[in-house]
């Protein structure tokens, strides 16, 4: 595009300049190409632009994407700005050295400044069609956003209760966040000793024809069994079956049938019950729905902020959204916060999980607060009480190339409050589903929501 732009320029001047030879001898239709476009932003709902970072008015198609210039912005006086943090001599004005028609995409992405890549554009933050009868640059994939449905448990799997069984201390639940549903089940277990079969008896190895990982014990008395040598473990059962391998002396000098002379098997579950966690976020994982929005160079973040979090040792604030009124889910907004991690798709599980205390955890994003904390601060419980919990859970979507890891990118999709009551999340058999409420709706509160930015052009 810029190649095929300055050569057109450099075809047209020889033609400017005997214009005044032609006189009223030019033809009358003979049109003046469109060379500039004068665009003018009307922001809604735009955050302020965070401390290391601007936004940058760009032009795209299929082939090119152009930037046009980098701004700032204040959403208290809602002035356009300058990287370095002035006002704007022309205000929301911005030119375009083309015609905007010539490209199919107008955009607003947001950079790091200094930009360490001009050449590409960092995550797409809005963007609309420039054949729009109305152009309104909006966030990518509104529509799914949307229509998406996100809630959370506090179960605490990766906990150790007396006598090291993981999952079955009652106490530390409250520890967490997990991006999905909780409920705790019983299973029967079937064959609890894992006995294959109590009747066969072969006469020889080579009689048995069943899988390798079976064990054949040879005789021909009621005690023949052949059983499977393994450990079953049902998702995060609470309960682990397990077999030891029994030993068989083949005596290789008489002659066949050999027989077992050495039995040694060893169960440790009798029951015929097993309890076992089950994380949920619906059929297949779709009742979510939350779009993957890598494409556009953005990831989610779980967050949690409580006045429990100790603000002294954690200096982690939550950065308000651009809400001209901020109600009742964003009042209480005393306390540090701590991140439960990032995530692209929240259908599985998120880049890390430092503050585990084992292995033992669900398959979706979230975080257990109960170890390697920050500043060596204790486990948090964020759920004390029988009767008033203050906090709140969200989620932040957050660009790739952010500059800050201490503090939420301003654009806030899925926001809801604390249990109440401890006893919700503590009371066995009880499905925990604390709902998030969606907050992108852009077009329809003109308080709440997320950005968009209108846009009037004029060419010439």
Known sequence: MFKRNKLFILLILPLLSILPFWGCEQPEDVLTPITETTVWLTANKL?????????????????????????????????????????????????????????????????????????????????????????????????????????YNMESPSDGAPGG????????????????????????????????????????????????????????????????????????????????????????ITEPPYVATVLTINYDVYESNISFDNFNQGQDNEEFGLPVLTDFGWRYKGWVVSP???????????????????????????????????????????????????????????EDFLMNLPDGIAPVCLVPNENGNPGRVFISLEPINAVSTATNFPLIPFLGELPESRSMVTDGNLTQRFVLQGWMQDLSDPYRGFPWIGVRYERF
């Open 47 to 151: 955050p302020t632009n965070p401390d290391g970072m601007v936004y940058e008015l760009w032009v795209a198609n299929s082939t090119d994407s152009v930037p046009i210039e980098k701004f700032g912005y204040d959403f208290v006086s809602g002035r356009f700005l300058e990287t370095d943090g002035s006002v704007r001599s022309d205000s929301n004005e911005f030119l375009i050295n083309y015609d905007l028609l010539d490209f199919t995409t107008i955009f607003v992405s947001v950079e790091r400044n200094p930009d360490d890549n001009s050449n590409s554009p960092g995550a797409i933050m809005l963007y609309d069609l420039t054949v729009s009868e109305t152009i309104k640059m909006r966030f990518p994939k509104m529509d799914s956003l949307w229509a998406a449905s996100v809630w």
């Open 308 to 366: 429990y979090i100790d603000s002294d040792a954690i200096t982690s604030r939550m950065t308000m959204p651009a809400w001209q009124i901020i109600g009742i889910e964003l009042d209480e907004t005393d306390g540090a916060m701590l991140s439960t991690g990032v995530f692209g798709d929240v259908r599985y599980p998120d880049e890390s999980n430092p503050y585990v205390a084992s292995a033992r955890i669900p398959p979706y994003p979230g």
């Open 165 to 252: 069984i993981a999952g079955l201390d009652p106490t530390t639940d409250g520890y967490a966040v997990w991006f999905s549903s909780y409920i705790e089940m019983l299973r029967p277990l079937n064959d609890t000793l894992g006995i294959f079969d109590w009747s066969v008896a072969y006469d020889t190895l080579e009689d048995y024809t069943g899988p390798e990982e079976m064990i054949v014990v040879i005789g021909i008395d009621d005690n023949s069994i052949v059983t499977k040598d393994t450990a079953r473990v049902f998702g995060l059962d609470l309960i682990e079956q397990k077999v030891t391998r029994f030993d068989i002396l083949l005596d290789t």
